[in-house]
């Protein structure tokens, strides 16, 4: 029988008001907030390795960080977040390298069904985003779950990334679209 925990992770149906699904959250809720607090840099990377799935050795994040679980996050080296980052990961959330986001990026994987008595029942599902090398995240941009971005791209600050985009394009606007291709 899977767990609530496997179910949420690929995907599926799930309860959020399971008890390893809610111990899961507390944690991260309070890693955040003890990060959030941490005045030097080194002590904040080192928390930031406890939380998160995976990192490359080089990354920083900026206070005001928020997030759901953390061991569904995975980012590359040289990783850099601007300040209050939202990272809401009940699906995986995978980071390449080299990538740099602006103030209040938003990454957002859990979703509600449309049917108001699911809606109601209380059960969540979700999808993955998958970022790659190269890419720039501008400020208050959000990017949905099942989003899957190339390498090398860059989303306009305040866009809303509904659906997924190759290598090499700049983004913007609600819903965003390609508003220009990158010359390698």
């Not at 990060?35 to 206070?63: A, D, S």
């Not at 108001?116 to 029942?121: C, G, L, T």
Request: charged share 20%; net charge negative; proline share 6%.
């Amino acid at each position: 029988m899977q767990t609530e925990k496997n179910k949420m992770i690929a995907g599926k149906h799930y309860k959020p008001g399971d008890e390893e699904l809610v111990k899961a959250r507390v944690r991260a809720h309070t890693l955040a907030k003890e990060y959030n607090q941490l005045p030097v840099e080194q002590e904040r990377t080192e928390r930031i390795k406890e939380l998160f799935g995976y990192t490359g050795n080089k990354l920083h994040v900026e206070p005001g960080l928020r997030i759901d679980y953390g061991f569904n996050v995975s980012v590359g080296e040289m990783f850099y977040a601007n300040f209050d980052l939202v990272l809401l990961d009940t699906c995986p959330i995978v980071v390449g390298d080299n990538a740099m986001f602006g103030p209040r990026v938003s990454l957002v994987t859990p979703e509600h069904p449309l049917d108001p008595v699911e809606r109601n029942s209380g059960i969540e599902f979700g999808r993955p985003i998958t970022i790659g090398d190269n890419c720039w995240i501008g400020s208050d941009a959000t990017i949905i779950g099942g989003v899957t971005l190339g390498n090398n791209v860059v989303v306009g600050a305040g866009s809303v990334v509904t659906k997924s985009f190759g290598d090499n394009v700049v983004i913007a606007g609600n819903p965003a679209g390609v508003i220009k291709t990158i010359e390698p």
